[in-house]
């Protein structure tokens, strides 16, 4: 079994695209419109993951995504953390979670909770 896609509802389509896009270098795969008010984008990870986004314009919560987090390890750690700081991406300070793995955590146009991830050797 694996992930496949992770779908994220977003109020604003053009803003969180550039967001995955210019932020974490993720790729436009497909884009399309199922039904007029309704835009659907999917978005690749390395190793073959993808997040779908979907702007529905009749959605009347859009952005709710408290309980939504997304774990994405990355190979450039210390660019990723240095890019959010100068774009003033909300985010916070790097920290060691268990013997291996640190992360900081950043918040995405919609309130979509990142933890972006470096593996570290023992």
């Known amino acids: 079994m694996y992930i ?3 779908t994220i509802q977003v109020k604003d389509m053009d803003a969180t695209k550039e967001f995955y896009k210019n932020f974490l270098g993720l790729t436009e795969l497909r884009a399309f419109s199922p039904c007029p008010g309704k835009q659907i984008v999917f978005l690749g990870l390395d190793g073959g993951g993808q997040i779908e986004l979907i702007c529905d314009e ?3 919560n859009h952005g709710e995504q408290q309980s939504v987090s997304l774990g994405i390890a ?5 660019r990723l953390y240095q890019k959010a700081a100068e774009s003033q991406v909300p985010h916070s300070e790097p920290q060691i979670l268990g013997k291996n793995t640190k992360c900081f ?3 995405d146009p919609n309130g979509v909770r990142l933890q972006i991830i470096k593996e570290i050797e023992a």
């Open 74 to 78: 990355v190979s450039d750690f210390d």
């Open 58 to 60: 009749a959605r009347e």
């Open 4 to 6: 496949k896609w992770i």
């Open 105 to 107: 955590f950043l918040t």
